[in-house]
């Protein structure tokens, strides 16, 4: 099984900053794409930024230029560094990752799903 634990979250005001971290754990063989996904009250659950094994990124147009996903592949963490943080910015933040893990005979894929994290700014 893999297990993800988000940690980051919180409250600030407009124009502040917060880093989310999802950390995974459990039997890995190899992590394919991390991901940061949200969902606003009474909203859809909507991707944020996502990036790639190779560290190609993609990011919604409302995060571009104030949000940066990254990763460290030798603990198996992606981040979520945002700035420039705006009311319409609250949300539960979830992170999401697919990959391999070890199985008897041949890996399977998953896909896991943090407990999310909530993000609040104030105006």
């Known amino acids: 099984q893999v297990q993800l634990v988000e940690s980051g979250g919180g409250l600030v005001q407009r124009g502040g900053s917060l880093r989310l971290s999802c950390a995974a754990s459990g039997s890995i063989v190899s992590i394919n794409t991390m991901a940061w996904y949200r969902q606003a009250p009474e909203k859809q659950r909507e991707l944020v930024a996502v990036?790639?094994?190779?560290?190609?990124?993609n990011y919604a147009g409302s995060v571009k230029g104030r949000f940066t996903i990254s990763r460290d592949n030798a603990n198996n963490t992606v981040y979520l560094q945002m700035n420039s943080l705006k009311p319409e910015d609250t949300a539960v933040y979830y992170c999401n990752v697919l990959g391999l893990r070890a199985a008897v005979g041949s890996p399977l894929s998953f896909g896991a799903w943090g407990q999310g994290t909530q993000v609040t700014v104030s105006s």
């Open positions: 990036i790639t094994s190779g560290g190609s990124t």
